[in-house]
């Protein structure tokens, strides 16, 4: 996952849920460093959401200032990770190309 282009990153899921694991598991994703290049927000649900909240979104800004928002109930996060993935190439070509 390229998270060089990332600003921030906001994810909120309910880690007691299947629907949270796409979440988290991006969150493992995340480099080392990246609370020192972007800024992270995390919101953990409590183990009973009331009907009609997501129970996992991620939101992503990225450097153009874009924002992507996923709900990640129903991607898979090989889904997720295409979709971060295709602006990010997006932006590396605009540096390559202009630097």
């Known amino acids: 996952m390229l998270t ?5 990153f906001r994810a909120t899921f309910n880690p007691f849920s299947r629907q949270g694991k796409v979440a988290r598991l ?4 995340l480099p080392p460093d990246a609370r020192q290049t972007m800024k ?3 919101t953990v649900l409590p183990k009973v959401v ?3 909240v997501s129970q ?3 939101a992503v800004t990225f450097k153009d200032g874009k924002e992507i928002k996923l709900n990640t109930e129903k991607m898979t996060i090989k889904e997720v990770i295409e979709e971060l993935d295709r602006h990010s ?3 590396q070509r605009k ?3 202009s630097g």
Request: charged share 15%; aromatic share 8%.
């Open 89 to 91: 190439r997006i932006l």
């Open 50 to 52: 009331p009907a009609g």
């Open 26 to 29: 991006l969150l493992a994703y």
């Open 40 to 42: 992270i927000q995390t």
């Open 95 to 97: 540096e390559e190309l």
């Open 4 to 8: 060089s282009h990332f600003t921030a």
């Open 56 to 58: 996992g979104e991620v």
